[in-house]
């Protein structure tokens, strides 16, 4: 009982990487059914461990002629840790009990795919598990409570047409185009998706440049690249820690 009681309390000071979909309805009162019902929608995005499999990820292209499209593999590695589901993959979990699971969720055109073991991965509802940074957006974006105080935005603080924002303690004051491109890529994070094409983001901003740096070149102190990051592949997000509750 000692032991027990130790770890116990030990555990309600680790700052948990992933929570266990019991640890979730806890935490927000929740149903399984209710939580099932995200899943299954697209609203809540699960996830499971893995331990030395192998995954191929990439690119899918289409072909210019037959307009099919075909992969490009980039990688294949050994991979421990956690992936998220595909929707589909979770809703045939949550029916039956258990599935067999061959890929994984990536972003838009790419591709994860399990090599090894070559007969996929049999998951059960025991094995699935939410992200922090995934359950800190959806009680943002759901206004739903959880355990404790959570601040809104994740340190990101905006005025209603983005024309004003501050992060981190700095503030930026953005031009008509600049605070549109914000504003995406702030919803884009309450939407889970983060990772946002440039390009895109700058046309649906109505922009006529079609590179960010050049968008967003007035802002130099602060600097816009303390406001937004890329991953150095065309992909933009804001520079904000979800995992921070």
């Known amino acids: 009982m000692a032991l027990d009681c130790r770890v116990n309390i030990l555990m309600s000071f680790i700052e948990k990487d992933y929570f266990t979909l019991e640890e979730i309805e806890a935490r927000w009162g929740m149903p399984r059914r209710d939580l099932v019902y995200l899943a ?9 461990r893995l331990f030395g499999v192998v995954i191929e990820t990439g690119y899918i292209e289409e072909d210019a002629e037959t307009g ?8 294949q590695d050994r991979f421990k840790g956690l992936q998220d589901l595909r929707d589909f993959d979770a809703y045939k979990i949550f029916t039956n009990g258990s599935s067999v699971i061959s890929a994984f969720d990536a972003p838009h055109m790419e591709y994860s795919h399990l090599l090894s073991p070559e007969a996929g991965l ?65 919803q884009s994070m309450l939407d889970g998706g983060m990772w946002r094409s440039g390009k895109q983001v700058l046309a649906e901003a109505g922009s006529q ?16 690249r303390d406001l937004i990051v890329s991953n150095k592949r065309g992909l933009y997000r804001l520079n904000v820690d979800v995992r921070k509750s």
């Open 209 to 224: 440049s079609h590179r960010m740096q050049d968008v967003f070149k007035s802002q130099k102190n602060p600097s816009w």
């Open 68 to 75: 099919q499209g075909f992969t490009v593999p980039c990688s």
């Open 122 to 186: 049999h998951v059960t509802t025991k094995e699935l598990v939410i992200r922090r940074e995934e359950r800190d957006r959806v009680e943002l974006k759901h206004n739903l409570t959880g355990d404790v105080d959570h601040p809104s935005n994740h340190g990101f603080k905006h005025n209603k047409d983005f024309t004003e924002v501050s992060l981190s303690g700095k503030t930026y004051t953005l031009g008509p185009i600049q605070a549109e491109v914000v504003a995406r890529l702030h």
């Open 40 to 48: 299954e929608n697209g609203l809540l995005k699960v996830s499971i």
